[in-house]
């Protein structure tokens, strides 16, 4: 039987960047997908990569949202070349639209008190419409954000998957049943009868992590979140990324319009709906009604893995080497690069670049 310094379970963009950080360490590596690779959330995100407004400098989300920015920035230079993938990196102003004086005031509040970090801009009404004239009537204000990219999503997961392998890491199509923590390994068995033996296993399946539970030993918190998007048809493109309130758009790399998204808490439920297209294209229409006329080329749903307190979590089971990276909520896209980092440098004892005691699922404890 091989055994494995580390055994990945979950093919999303935690446990491909996880995986690919370990093959630049020479660790001997499987990851198992049960589906396959972004077939999932990471498949089907909106891939935008914009650490979240506002945050106090030393607060640990934004810690690890801007340490992943700056991964993404490296990875962008290193996994085209290794996969052969081009997934559409690109850096571009984020407009964080107001549509209410409520809105106004609050977005208006942060640029005022981070005036001097250099990360962002007030843009009055009349200065949008000197940079983005087709903005609807509603939109009256801006807060733009210089610490923003994207990429499509699918293509990054693939690619940091494709480079993992090709740097030494066995990817498995299979079903992980059960898990027994020893002493010093951890034993998996599979569905399709295979029996494998790891020094360490990280869990990061997403809303499905919590069905290790009962091996990790306590009921982890995480609970799949739907959103649902839509990639548009027009003549015209958007150059730059905007979002307000949980929606957003701009133009991918395809050429296409994505924008999104719902949040709802509907279980398992994968299915686009008819609520879907509606709501997002409702609220779409009043930001930008020239999409009125876009033509519909695709409605996808995903269920992102979202922890009961909207915080990610990072932790090693108080049993054995069994590790969780999960519970990325709407930000699986932004952060993957980093939770895999940061669990695998735990893992490996070495010093994180930030803590992650605050991303611990001892806080639930």
């Known amino acids: 039987m091989k055994n494995y310094d580390l055994i990945i379970i979950g093919g999303g963009i935690v446990g491909a960047s996880a995986a690919y950080y370990a093959s630049k360490e020479n660790l001997n590596v499987l990851l198992i997908e049960k589906d396959s690779i972004a077939s999932h959330a990471s498949g089907f995100a909106y891939g935008g990569i914009t650490p979240h407004v506002g945050l106090d400098e030393s607060d640990p ?12 920035k490296l990875l962008a230079t290193e996994i085209p070349e290794i ?23 609050e977005l208006y509040s ?10 962002y801009e007030w ?9 983005e004239n087709r903005l609807g009537p509603s939109v009256i204000s801006a807060l733009v954000t210089k610490l923003s ?17 090709k740097m030494g890491v066995t990817i498995l199509n299979s079903e992980v049943e059960n898990i027994n923590i020893q002493n010093n390994s951890v034993d998996i068995s599979t569905n399709k009868g295979k029996e494998i033996t790891g020094k360490n296993v990280l869990v990061s399946a997403g809303p499905w992590s919590s069905n290790f539970s009962k091996s990790f030993g ?10 649902q998007i839509l990639r548009l048809k027009s003549d015209e493109i958007l150059e730059n990324g905007f979002h307000w309130g949980p929606n957003y758009v701009t133009t991918k790399q395809d050429g296409l319009i994505w924008a999104g998204t719902t949040e709802e808490d509907v279980g398992f439920d994968e299915n686009p709906s008819n609520f879907g297209l509606q709501s997002i294209m409702e609220s779409l229409i009043r930001v930008f009604p020239f999409l009125e006329s876009s033509e519909l080329v695709l409605q996808t ?13 990072l932790s090693k089971s108080e049993y054995g080497n069994l590790y969780l990276a999960s519970g990325t909520g709407r930000q699986g896209i932004l952060l993957g690069p980093a939770m895999g980092k940061l669990i695998l440098d735990n893992i490996m ?11 611990s699922h001892k806080r639930f404890l």
């Open 61 to 72: 989300y934004n810690q690890i949202s801007k340490y992943s920015y700056e991964l993404h």
């Open 83 to 105: 996969s052969g993938i081009d997934y559409g990196y690109k850096t571009y102003p984020n407009f964080e639209l107001a549509l209410n004086e409520e809105d106004d005031k």
């Open 110 to 119: 942060i640029y005022k008190n981070n005036s001097n970090s250099g990360i």
């Open 123 to 131: 843009y009055s009404g009349d200065d949008l419409r000197k940079v």
């Open 149 to 165: 990219s994207g990429v499509e999503p699918y293509k990054l997961t693939l690619a940091l998957s494709i480079a993992a392998e």
């Open 218 to 227: 306590f009921d982890i918190p995480i609970k799949p979140l739907k959103g």
């Open 301 to 313: 749903a995903c269920l992102r893995p979202l922890a009961i307190d909207k915080s990610p979590i």
């Open 349 to 359: 004892s070495n010093k994180t670049y930030i803590s992650i005691e605050p991303f």
